[in-house]
T-cell receptor, first 114, second 110 residues
Framework: DTAVSQTPKYLVTQMGNDKSIKCEQNLGHDTMYWYKQDSKKFLKIMFSYNNKELIINETVPNRFSPKSPDKAHLNLHINSLELGDSAVYFC?????????????FGPGTRLTVT | AQRVTQPEKLLSVFKGAPVELKCNYSYSGSPELFWYVQYSRQRLQLLLRHISRESIKGFTADLNKGETSFHLKKPFAQEEDSAMYYCALSGQYNFNKFYFGSGTKLNVKP
């Protein structure tokens, strides 16, 4: 009965590789997010989709590309991984965009780039 | 610019002692403030939001617009309160955009 799930939980890869992180929510929410938590524990929003449409796109390198095949899924693809991409990536979802709603978080994906 | 500041990285208190986790914010419009908590090996979850004006697990937080603060308080800390606490901000300009602080780790000692 997991609400927001992410795969994989851990990802270790080498510089220059391309990798994807998947996120799924079964809450029936319209809006999904990707956050990055750096080594200093700052949690910063990267992207947000509402009903498969991109609504928030922060200053993130073009190497990061989100994809939302349907409103229950939001995947994050990263090209040409760099050392600085090492972080914990959190997916989240919320009801919609016509109000400020609680965000439900996934367990996080710890990405380590060597 | 929108910003949330949590000045303490770590706060250690003894069980039964009062606890206050500080949060200051910067927002040009009318903000909505939240506290999220992450217990060990669990996911980040909402603890409380200022518009609810409720007490959750004995915690309260008052929005002070004059001091631009939203400190989280509990009169008597319990060991099970040990966790990572994040203050977050959203508002009228973009409902979906949350700004999080860097978090404060609360350690309640027996």
């Amino acid at each position: 009965d997991t609400a927001v799930s992410q795969t994989p939980k851990y990802l270790v890869t080498q510089m220059g590789n391309d990798k994807s992180i998947k996120c799924e929510q079964n809450l029936g929410h319209d809006t999904m997010y990707w956050y990055k938590q750096d080594s200093k524990k700052f949690l910063k929003i990267m992207f947000s989709y509402n009903n498969k449409e991109l609504i928030i796109n922060e200053t993130v390198p073009n190497r990061f590309s989100p994809k939302s095949p349907d409103k229950a899924h939001l995947n994050l693809h990263i090209n040409s991984l760099e050392l600085g991409d090492s972080a914990v990536y959190f997916c989240a979802s919320s009801r919609g965009t016509n109000g400020i709603y609680e965000q439900y978080f996934g367990p996080g994906t710890r990405l380590t780039v060597t | 610019a929108q910003r949330v500041t949590q000045p303490e990285k770590l706060l250690s208190v003894f069980k039964g002692a009062p606890v206050e986790l500080k949060c200051n914010y910067s927002y040009s419009g009318s903000p909505e403030l939240f506290w999220y908590v992450q217990y060990s090996r669990q996911r980040l979850q909402l603890l409380l939001r200022h518009i609810s004006r409720e007490s959750i697990k004995g915690f309260t937080a008052d929005l002070n617009k004059g001091e631009t603060s939203f400190h989280l308080k509990k009169p008597f800390a319990q060991e099970e309160d040990s966790a990572m606490y994040y203050c977050a901000l959203s508002g009228q300009y973009n409902f979906n955009k949350f700004y999080f602080g860097s978090g404060t780790k609360l350690n309640v000692k027996p």
